[in-house]
């Protein structure tokens, strides 16, 4: 057999190209796993299935069964052609020396030079098309008659006698050059988003290294203290340093890598343009329509919602390494210097406001503990006091300068502890801490736990492995921290914005109770 008839044996009808990875219907039609599927998932919502070649009706979606012996066959042909690009296409009169065929006749079957283009028959039946190897990719595996339509309901390249007595007659058709500039048009609007987005892209990787250059400056100067507090305590703390000084150098190399992961993205961008702009440049719609990768191309969405999730956590992170809050976490035996060191006072003598209090809080003598009852307390109506939640607000508020304050939380299992403005509301939903622009709270329901701010929520990875909670203001800086009193001392989050009104601790609590320690456990 020769090497075209072969090849003829070897084409997909659905794609024209030499079998990749073939399955057999029961019709014993084979066809590529990709195409046939791609035919089955576009029958899937018309009732029924059917063979694209001889439309043989299926009542459910055929399995596909592999045609190894085939597969062997394909792959054993290709191995054995030469390759395309070194051999080329030579005219086919040019026979006494090879010439570079400029166009293709498929009505002749032959391969022409711009010499014997220019006495060749210009009439219709004569269709001429790019320099082509194999005519037989050019015909209709079936009828074997030049693909001349497009058949939008199969989305394959037909014949004149598929349309008339084939089966696709009935379906809608159309010319290639019609299905083709509308598959370009596709192209040409992926394209133009694709460029949007490769800007947007160069724009974020353009402001985050912006911010990596002021991340490094601040973290040259938090260096600078921590090896200065580290010379003094260096006995004690020379382990702790190094994990401080990784957290600084660590924010910097994290925005590098989040660089580095949109640069490669930007250079996908450009390559699936590259791509789109080369078939939209082809003057072959065939070729053009038979494009298999164009889904992937015109998935222009993929990872956006990610990227400036990620982008936007980058820029916002509070600027500046906390360094007091790190040192926190490890620094449980030797508070007292640190405290010095960052001029952090003792713990704030918090008591509860009990004109504040919801009506179902009671509120221990020396106003330390909160519980929550099932009874009405009848406290007095106040404007202060909160109606909707059972919710109370502390005496102290804050102003300025750095504090902390600890809460028991082992005798409750639902509860919020956090700070709040006063002007938070006292009344509806939007009265509960964490659910609005003027507060902000760790909170724990049955097992898990998570910090809120304005409705928006950040779950955190693992629960509490202690039953005292930590709260860490600092006024200046604009940030609220939370620990865990573990041993040693875990850092849950940081909330980092620009504070505008004083502070006020608060704390809600659903059932059980919560008491509000003294300054006795140093960090």
Request: negative net charge; contains cysteine.
């Amino acid at each position: 057999m020769a090497s075209g008839d072969l090849r003829a044996e070897l084409e997909c009808s659905v794609c024209l190209n030499i079998y990749t990875d073939p399955v057999i219907l029961k019709c014993g039609h084979n066809f590529c796993r990709v195409c046939i599927d791609r035919v089955l998932d576009t029958q899937g919502g018309s009732g029924g299935y059917s063979c694209p070649e001889c439309r043989e009706k299926f009542p459910d979606r055929p399995a596909l069964q592999k045609n190894m012996k085939l597969r062997n066959i394909a792959e054993t042909f290709l191995s054995a052609q030469p390759d395309r690009e070194e051999s080329g296409v030579f005219c086919t009169h040019c026979v006494d020396s090879p010439v570079p065929a400029v166009r293709s006749c498929l009505h002749c079957e032959v391969s022409l030079c711009d010499k014997h283009l220019r006495v060749h028959k210009k009439s219709p039946e004569h269709i001429l098309c790019d320099p082509i190897l194999s005519m037989e990719s050019r015909k209709c595996s079936v009828h074997k008659k030049i693909l001349e339509y497009y058949c939008t309901e199969d989305e394959t390249c037909i014949c004149i006698s598929c349309c008339m007595i084939g089966g696709h007659k009935g379906h809608e058709m159309k010319s290639l050059d019609e299905a083709s500039e509308k598959k370009k048009e596709t192209l040409r609007n992926v394209l133009q988003k694709l460029l949007t987005k490769r800007e947007e892209t160069e724009e974020r990787v353009q402001s985050l290294q912006e911010h990596r250059r002021k991340v490094e400056e601040e973290a040259a100067g938090d260096t600078e203290r921590v090896t200065a507090l580290f010379r003094d305590l260096r006995r004690r703390l020379e382990d702790l340093e190094k994990r401080i000084l990784r957290d600084i150098s660590g924010r910097a190399e994290r925005i590098s890598i989040s660089i580095r992961d949109l640069e490669i993205k930007k250079e996908e961008l450009s390559r699936k343009m590259r791509h789109i702009e080369e078939l939209c440049n082809m003057t072959d719609p065939l070729t053009v329509l038979q494009e298999s990768d164009t889904g992937d191309l015109c998935d222009t969405e993929d990872g956006d919602n990610e990227d400036r999730e990620r982008h936007e956590e980058l820029l916002h992170d509070g600027g500046g390494l906390d360094v007091a809050g790190v040192l926190h976490t490890g620094l449980s035996d030797i508070i007292t210097e640190v405290n010095v060191y960052f001029y952090i006072q003792g713990a704030a003598d918090i008591s509860l406001d009990g004109n504040t209090a919801h009506k179902y809080l009671q509120i221990s003598d020396d106003r330390k503990t909160v519980s929550r009852s099932d009874i009405n307390q009848n406290h007095p109506e106040t404007p202060e006091r909160f109606l909707y939640w059972s919710q109370v607000l502390s005496s102290q508020s804050f102003s300025s300068g750095r504090h902390y304050w600890d809460v028991d939380v082992g005798g409750s299992e639902s509860w919020v502890v956090g700070m709040c403005y006063p002007s938070i509301e006292r009344r509806g939903f939007q009265s509960k801490i964490g659910c609005n622009n003027n507060s902000w709270g760790l909170v724990r329901t049955g097992n898990h736990y998570k910090v809120i701010h304005d409705s928006n929520k950040i779950l955190l990875p693992t629960n509490l492995s202690s039953n005292r909670v930590r709260i860490y203001l600092d006024y200046e800086a604009g940030q609220i921290s939370f620990y865990d009193l573990c041993d040693p001392i875990r850092h849950l989050h940081t909330f980092a914005t620009t504070f505008t009104e004083p502070l006020q601790a608060g704390i809600r609590v659903w059932r059980g109770c919560l008491k509000i320690c003294g300054g006795n456990q140093e960090m």
